[in-house]
């Protein structure tokens, strides 16, 4: 491997390491950073949570104290409804109170006196309620027994004798109001009771409140609407501050009670059936089978922040190593390149001063000869003064090639445009340079047309193509024995002069790169050609400079073409 190689590999390493190293200690850096933000979102997460249980708990409270409180007042109204003939005043009340869902009466044997309309929804889930055990049937069955409060009265005032020997009226009010309870008890009377009982139909909740009324045993009751006084609990839920979309009331793992209980963020939280971060169950005899539910979902997101500082910085440090790595790399690479031009210079001016000498040296000889009259006779002579033409023309191609290399590089080149014909040049050209092209063994053979062919074009810069063009057919295809120069006029004006050999051609791999500055077949036959690799090159400049193009063909049966295009 070349010095050049090596030394390539030695810069990259000197790049690429203290870059990864950098970049580890800044992934490192970044690992602490997003495992410090992690516990601090997990403690955050904690103490949110706990926040949140606590208050849920105190909702769950609050609820139950408000179902109390409605239950104390509905139950106060159902006892002052007249012991006969309720109804007008269950009516009343069932239309008059917001919280009243629906009113009814029983008899003493469990039969719907009211409502009276037969199959409606109220009959159907008092009967499917009655049918799972009304409350007061056990109490019943108990007053129809022995009494055993009787005994009791009997027995304290057996125990207490001694004591009421000196009131005896007092001991016959007390034996009076003994027989008295035992005579109603026989007799089939019933004690006043009441309650709230919470039940469920297994399609939705009902807070039913009863009283029986004493004496005649008849049942009457109210039931709570729920819908009414879930708008009641919507105050209970916070609705500001850190605690507001955080809640809502709903049945266990189901729909919410209410929509006004809660805002539209915990409707759709629920509508999703995200699972809550906390549940509180409301006590069995408020409302059974709900509970208050806490979300946390922005401790989630803010557990989440650490991996997304984490990705993030990630991601810049690694585009910070790409720009290096990529920056360094094309810096690299620009010196190579500009390590590689320096030495295609330097043999470029070795190899032009080459070329000079060639002609000089030659030119020189000759002319030395002719002045000190070493000739035979006047052909010798004539001889001497054709060859040291020729070599004047030669240096002049290699003088006009390096001048107008320089002014290519340096963006300095003008073009003088004006009206030629291009046949007449050409003819005049090809005339000119047929005997060099002879002396290098080649037949020139022209296919111009006898018309004249006008074009706006730069009569120097064209010339020095079409030279060049020849000149490369000299070096590299001598072999051939022919060169075929052709002029074919374009319809929309224009023209294309084409100069085809019968030469070994150009390699695939290679028809593009001849025509970039310095380059050369590597070839046997190319490396027995001196040159500076410049010819095709600046060929192909001049042309786009006309605004035309110069390309590669290969020729049919073998051989190559270069084309030049004019506008």
Known sequence: MSVGFHRGVLYWL???LPTLAV???????????????DEQARVASQSRREAIEARARLIAENV????????TGLMATLREAPATNPDAFLENWERENPLVGATFRLSRDDRVLRPVAAGGEV????GAWLAAGAPWRGLLQAAKLESEEDRQVRKDVGANVQQVLNTRNSINELASQGQAMKKSVNAGAVPERDGWVPWHDGN?????????IGGSGQVIGVEVKLAAFAARLGDVLPKEGDFANAFALRETGGAVLQSKTYNSSVEVRLTKREQP????PLAPGALPGWEVVGFVSDIEAGRGAGGGFFLVGALLIGTFIVAILSGGSLLLLQARRSEAEAAQKTSFVANVSHEFKTPLTTIRLYAELLEQGRVRDAAQGGDY?????RETQRLARLVNNALDFSRLEQGKKKYAREQVDLAVELTRLLDTHAPRLAEAGLALHRALPATPVPLTTDRDAVEQIVLNLLDNACKYAAEGGEVTVTLVPRGKGGAEVRVADRGPGVPVEHRERIFEKFHRVDDALTAEKSGAGLGLSIARQLARGLGGEVRYASRAGAGAEFI????
């Open 14 to 16: 000197l790049l690429l």
């Open 23 to 37: 970049g580890t200690g800044a992934l490192w850096l970044l690992r602490r950073e997003q495992a410090r933000l």
């Open 64 to 71: 139950e104290l408000l179902v109390g409180d409605v239950q």
């Open 123 to 126: 009959r159907q889930w008092v």
């Open 204 to 212: 939705r909740l009902h807070v039913i409140g009863w009283r029986q």
């Open 277 to 280: 971060a906390v549940t509180v």
């Open 385 to 389: 003064l054709r060859t040291i033409a």
């Open 564 to 567: 030049l295009e004019l506008p």
